[in-house]
């Protein structure tokens, strides 16, 4: 009789074509998620002279979805820890497919308000609950890297709106953009087929033969025995309430951190889609069409995310953080000087990289902080803390830039969060995190190297 440690299996095993399957249906979630959320914007002058509204009205049509996104990402996250990921999942993916076609039908703001806040609730709540489930899939040597690539998708959905968003709109109207977000709810059946379910839910709800698949799939290397026993540490035994379990085992204060590392990152990317082409517009710039700087605001973050989750493989993800906000304070500080039109598109860039790409690592980091059965409401929590941050940006900024200061001082104020965030990362206690707890619990020996000789401990 064995007993199987499923967090080291997962931590040990070789990346194959099982997490590369994972990878593939959780990359293309978010690369819905994010067409969901920047088919708003692409359309947003051609809805407001369909339905006569005028900016202050748009901007709460607009806003609509971030409070969805709130909401969602903190109820949904702590649903997937009760529910089971999988269904969580397809919840969000119908929520934000079907609410974002029916935003097409709407002809008045108040109806595309309210459908634009259940897409949202969809939008935000599908967010941490894919980052639990690739990192509590990805092998631990490659865990950020993986996350970050698959959340480089939200990148690849913006850019996909923005590149599909001009010809629909030309030539069938608004409406078609966000009747065609409706097409990702025809594949739940399969992503719920495709997807596995959580380990620690697997094993709280008995169905043990249903994780011994998942295992010999995760781990060819292990082959199923009468009488297995699978171990999980307490924090993921522990039944309800699990948002307590955020302040449990002395990670109280880094909670905190990270909520307000979550919420200075998105206060600085809303600020910067809200009002960087209005700042540059009125400094003299010529950014070219709005297309080009959506396209180079995501590149950058693309290359953001996928190079920080590198590092962050590599190096300690709490540093690299650091210094991916430091590179935030700098750039963003820096669109303020009047530079040459190709050093702007550099910095626009390196802002992406360093806002949205740092977001992405962030979630990576919320992802290994917390234990397995907790995962779904720590990244949940952190990121609806951080949305509150997302929808003050616009209303702070735009009372600024009302205000006629001088360029520089715009940008500061933008940068300005990218400090706190600095200073809130370097507060967390690294070694409260999961996955450094857990890798300093494991022997020497590897879960797949006990298997493969055929040992076990006894239950």
């Given at each position: 009789?064995r007993s199987?440690?499923?967090h ?26 994010g067409?969901?959320?920047?088919v708003a ?34 109820a949904?996250?702590?649903?997937a ?10 919840i ?29 609730v ?10 639990a ?8 040597r ?26 629909l ?7 078609s953009?966000?009747l065609a977000a409706?097409?990702p709810?025809l594949l739940?059946?399969f ?27 995760l781990?060819p ?7 297995d026993?699978?171990?999980l ?19 109280g ?17 809303y ?5 960087l082409?209005?700042?540059m ?12 700087f ?9 290359l ?80 609806g ?16 830039v009302?205000?006629?200061?001088p ?34 619990a ?11 000789n ?6």
């Amino acid at each position: 009789m064995r007993s199987i440690d499923v967090h080291q299996l997962a931590d040990d095993a070789h990346l194959n074509r099982y997490h590369y399957r994972i990878l593939l249906w959780c990359a293309l979630i978010i690369i819905f998620d994010g067409y969901d959320l920047a088919v708003a914007g692409i359309a947003l002058p051609s809805i407001m002279k369909a339905m006569h509204v005028d900016a202050t009205s748009a901007g709460f049509m607009v806003s609509a979805a971030l409070f969805g996104m709130m909401f969602g990402a903190i109820a949904m996250g702590m649903v997937a820890d009760s529910i089971g990921r999988r269904k969580a999942i397809a919840i969000c993916v119908l929520m934000f497919s079907l609410f974002t076609a029916m935003a097409g039908f709407t002809h008045e703001p108040i109806s595309f308000s309210v459908t634009r806040f259940f897409a949202g609730v969809g939008i935000g709540g599908v967010m941490p609950i894919v980052v639990a489930q690739m990192t509590e899939y990805a092998p631990r040597r490659l865990r950020a890297t993986l996350v970050t690539l698959m959340f480089s998708g939200y990148s690849v959905g913006g850019m996909l709106a923005a590149l599909l968003g001009k010809g629909l709109i030309e030539t069938h109207g608004w409406q078609s953009v966000f009747l065609a977000a409706g097409l990702p709810a025809l594949l739940v059946p399969f992503a719920m087929k495709a997807l596995p379910e959580s380990m620690p839910f697997l094993i709280r709800t008995g169905r043990l033969d249903a994780l011994k698949q998942v295992l010999a799939r995760l781990a060819p290397e292990y082959v199923a025995q009468p009488g297995d026993q699978f171990a999980l540490p307490a924090t993921d035994r522990k039944p309800a309430a699990p948002l307590s379990r955020l302040f449990q085992d002395g990670r109280g204060v880094s909670t905190v951190m990270l909520w307000i590392a979550f919420f200075m990152c998105l206060f600085m990317v809303y600020a910067l889609s809200s009002w960087l082409t209005k700042l540059m517009a009125s400094a003299g710039y010529s950014l070219g069409s709005a297309l080009t700087f959506v396209l180079v605001l995501n590149f950058g973050a693309m290359l953001g995310a996928i190079g920080g989750g590198w590092l962050a493989d590599r190096f300690n993800i709490k540093y690299v953080l650091v210094g991916m906000y430091a590179l935030a304070a700098v750039s963003i500080t820096l669109l303020g000087v009047k530079v040459p039109t190709p050093v702007l598109f550099v910095l626009v860039g390196l802002a992406g990289a360093s806002t949205i790409g740092t977001q992405i690592v962030t979630y990576a980091y919320a992802g290994q902080f917390y234990p397995m059965a907790a995962r779904g409401t720590g990244i949940g929590w952190a990121s609806g803390v951080g949305r509150s941050g997302a929808i003050l940006a616009p209303i702070a900024i735009g009372m600024l830039v009302s205000l006629s200061l001088p360029l520089q001082q715009n940008f500061m104020a933008i940068a300005i969060p990218a400090v706190i965030a600095v200073i809130a990362v370097l507060l967390i206690d690294h070694k409260k995190s999961a996955s450094i707890q857990q890798q300093a619990a494991t022997p020497s020996h590897s879960a797949a190297a006990k298997l493969a000789n055929g040992a076990g401990e006894p239950a």
